[in-house]
């Protein structure tokens, strides 16, 4: 696979500001080590799961990219380690999301029940499967591209679907020369060329990061 191209993850990390990354990785890390010791810090994550889902009914995905802090951790930690290789298309399909969707429900559905509405045991339940679910996109983000994680997150794929056709990104086809910069330069890997024909770039899977109109050398691509 070919080396993601020009400003593909400086741009991901330089338009968030300093001040934003330290408060979402002291989030990220609070929740995760201090949920062992404090346990009602981890429902802290359904801040995350309820803003993401409330904000992509007005701009899709983009909660995913600006506001969640497990994308950062990925975005300005693993990045650096990550091989960088095409995430499989097997963790692409609908079959995979489904899986990761309907895992999700059960577990926390599980998690309610044996707690027997003990909001402390309740919490631990959420802490552990935080800890699982990050080990999980730290190998993942390794492996493959950092945000591979994010291709097959239950909330993610939730806030893809709804937000779909929301603050979604236009693209010009008498501009675009179909050099796919845009592909090669997306953290989730959209095929952005494929919607030429449409107009609008509406993937479950786009976070609204704008690489690909970074890099696009005909300025073919806008934010709607």
Not at 50 to 64: E, P, T
Not at 131 to 160: E, K, N
Not at 190 to 203: A, D, Q
């Amino acid at each position: 696979m070919e080396i993601l191209e020009r400003r593909d993850e400086k741009r991901l990390k330089m338009d968030k500001s300093n001040i934003a990354k330290i408060l979402l990785t002291f989030v990220f890390f609070g929740v995760l080590i201090g949920g062992l010791f404090y346990p009602k810090v981890g429902l802290f994550a359904f801040v995350c799961m309820i803003g993401s889902v409330l904000l992509s009914f007005y701009k899709g995905r983009y909660w995913c990219y600006r506001f969640c802090p497990r994308g950062v951790f990925l975005d300005e930690f693993i990045a650096k380690a990550s091989f960088n290789k095409n995430i499989p298309a097997v963790l692409k399909s609908k079959v995979a999301k489904a899986f990761m969707v309907t895992f999700f429900v059960v577990m926390m559905s599980a998690n309610a029940i044996l707690s027997g509405g003990d909001l402390e045991k309740f919490a631990k339940g959420v802490v552990m499967l935080l800890w699982v679910t990050t080990l999980i996109a730290i190998i993942l983000g390794i492996l493959f591209r950092a945000r591979t994680w994010c291709v097959i997150c239950p909330m993610g794929t939730v806030s893809g679907i709804v937000g779909q056709k929301r603050g979604t990104l236009k693209i010009d086809a008498q501009k675009c020369v179909s050099c796919k910069l845009c592909n090669k330069n997306c953290p989730m890997e959209v095929e952005v060329c494929y919607f030429k024909e449409n107009g609008n770039i509406e993937s479950v899977n786009c976070i609204k990061c704008e690489s690909c109109k970074v890099v696009c050398p005909k300025n073919a691509i806008e934010m709607v």
